[in-house]
């Protein structure tokens, strides 16, 4: 169980850039609901962050996908150059 994370252990941390940017704080998962697979995070954008790399949803936030994610230590680290996010 080493590698699991609960969803109370990440929400509302700190998303940050591998560059050090701040991007926002987490405010949501989105999971594919017939494999349970975690696909995206919802981002609450930080106050005049504006990252043109990243689609944003209808409520405004960041939609990340998992395939950018490089830690969940003590922020989440987010790896701009990496392949881009899905629709949740």
């Known amino acids: 169980m080493e590698n699991r994370k609960f969803s109370t252990d990440i929400l509302g941390k700190s998303v940050v850039s591998t560059t ?3 991007i926002g704080r987490l ?4 999971a594919n ?3 349970g697979e975690v696909t995206n995070l919802l981002v609450e954008p ?3 962050s504006i990252i043109q790399a990243i689609e ?3 409520a405004g ?3 990340i996908s998992l395939k ?5 230590e003590d922020v989440i680290v987010v790896d701009l150059s990496a392949a881009p996010t899905r629709k949740p």
């Open 27 to 30: 405010d949501n998962i989105v």
């Open 20 to 22: 050090g940017q701040v």
């Open 33 to 35: 609901l017939e494999s």
């Open 46 to 48: 930080a106050e005049g």
């Open 61 to 63: 936030r960041y939609v």
């Open 68 to 72: 950018r994610i490089r830690s969940t």
């Open 56 to 58: 944003r949803d209808g």
